[in-house]
């Protein structure tokens, strides 16, 4: 079994899902695109996901507002609104009778091409966009076990060249960082930045815990995650310390916890790195706690929706 912090609970109801493309529904095994889509050809387009908790997309203008970063920074023009585009995932959602705990998952490709090319200017169509709702919950069992990372000799990038920052189609390096630390036996990978410093993960952001102090990264090589913003949001708001540094792996193997955050599984604690236990090697009490505020900032945005 993949183990991993995108482990969710078995639901039958995914079978029959039903899957947006442009505007029109279709069931699962019938939702497909064109082999001429910029996104299968050449990883061109940016995406988003967002998480249905008792009938509202938390967190939603973060997550809308970073779509549309991504797509002003490819040179890529959106022909909807971000309001038009809530219409469209909520109608999604009615369709398949969708209420909680539900991940949305929107991909805008730059459109369909003329013939395999990466030249945006053989583009004949206007972008693509897929919205693929699922029921996924996060399997409680895999949180409380943890998972282990391996440090990977892929770094992430700098920004001049594939700024870390962009949520785009082209995940081939992250792909190849997961590889080496599936291979190595680990679940997931870290990333070192192009300094040598802790960035991320390959699909979350790493955090870790001394002396009753959070640590991550500058965020200036690492994923722009919205959880991830959350979680310094909330440490802000109770007093925790929190450092945004520089920090190596001397540093990391000595922590007394460590977790990574993504806007699935929220938090999801650490217990070995390149196979050093990581403090007791548990789901640690402030990891517990920091979980517990954000589940708590999650709860109030949706009073606050209602």
């Not at 490709?109 to 919205?131: A, C, H, Y």
């Not at 291979?183 to 930045?193: F, I, P, T, Y």
């Not at 991830?228 to 520089?246: D, F, G, S, T």
Request: glycine residues 8%; hydrophobic residues 35%.
């Amino acid at each position: 079994m993949v183990h991993g912090t995108h482990n969710a609970l078995n639901d039958s109801r995914n079978a029959t899902i039903k899957i947006s493309i442009n505007g029109k529904l279709f069931n699962r095994e019938d939702a497909k695109i064109s082999v001429f889509d910029s996104g299968y050809l050449v990883g061109d387009g940016v995406w988003e996901a967002l998480r249905l908790h008792d009938g509202i997309l938390v967190f939603l203008d973060d997550h809308f507002n970073r779509l549309w970063q991504a797509a002003a920074t490819i040179g890529m023009q959106l022909p909807f609104s971000k309001s038009e585009l809530e219409i469209s995932v909520h109608k999604v959602l009615e369709a398949n009778n969708m209420t909680t705990d539900v991940h949305v998952r929107i991909m805008v490709t730059r459109g369909i091409k003329k013939t395999p090319s990466q030249d945006p200017r053989l583009t004949i169509s206007g972008p693509n966009v897929v919205i693929i709702p699922e029921h996924k919950k996060a399997s409680k069992e895999s949180k409380e076990k943890g998972i282990t990372l391996f440090t990977s000799t892929i770094r992430r990038g700098s920004p001049d060249y594939l700024d870390p920052k962009l949520n785009c189609h082209s995940k081939l390096h992250e792909v190849q960082a997961l590889v080496q630390a599936i291979e190595a036996g680990a679940d997931e990978a870290l990333m070192l930045d192009v300094n040598g410093f802790v960035s991320t993960c390959n699909a979350t952001n790493f955090f870790m815990i001394r002396d009753n102090e959070v640590w991550t990264s500058t965020g200036q090589y690492c994923m722009n995650g919205i959880t991830r913003a959350k979680v310094i949001e909330v440490c802000k708001q109770n007093n925790i310390v929190c450092h945004q540094k520089n920090f190596s792996l001397y540093d990391v193997y000595g922590a007394d916890e460590a977790f990574v955050t993504g806007t699935f599984g929220g938090l999801t604690p650490v217990t070995k790195i390149d196979g050093r236990v990581i403090g007791k090697g548990n789901y640690g009490e402030i990891t517990r706690h920091l979980s517990a505020l954000y589940e708590q900032l999650i709860h109030s945005e949706i009073e606050k929706q209602k």
